[in-house]
């Protein structure tokens, strides 16, 4: 059974850092789209950034583009989505995605079949 666990949600200052974590436990993850998507207490969630990973490609939301990071250690079978210069916007639950390994990763929340849990981030 495929899972994904994030961690490394919490709290920090306007302009401060968080990494977030996604460890996949099947290999097959390799071979996908993992992405991070948020969401805001009564707003939809939105895509904020993905990585192909056998390319490895990445693409971010206009939201975050400059400020966030995603990365990967196939080793570890973790994706990353590191977090600078941080606004109180960029509060939410994020969630890792795995979709499929081709294709506009934001067409559509539905590509993604696997979802962690969510961890939270929240900044003031």
């Known amino acids: 059974h495929v899972q994904l666990v994030e961690s490394g949600g919490g709290s920090a200052q306007a302009g401060g850092s968080l990494t977030l974590s996604c460890v996949g436990s099947?290999?097959?993850?390799?071979?996908?789209?993992m992405a991070w998507f948020r969401q805001a207490p009564g707003k939809e969630r939105e895509g904020v950034a993905a990585?192909?990973?056998?390319?490895?490609?990445?693409y971010y939301s206009d939201s975050v583009n400059g400020r966030f990071t995603i990365s990967q250690d196939n080793a570890k079978k973790t994706v990353y989505l590191h977090m600078k210069n941080l606004k109180p916007e960029d509060s939410g639950i994020y969630y890792c995605?795995?979709?499929?390994?081709?294709?506009?990763?934001?067409?559509?929340?539905?590509?993604?079949?696997?979802w962690g849990q969510g961890t939270q981030v929240t900044v003031s």
């Open positions: 995605a795995a979709g499929p390994g081709n294709g506009d990763p934001w067409a559509r929340l539905s590509r993604y079949n696997l």
């Open positions: 099947d290999y097959r993850t390799s071979r996908r789209c």
């Open positions: 990585i192909f990973r056998q390319t490895p490609s990445t």
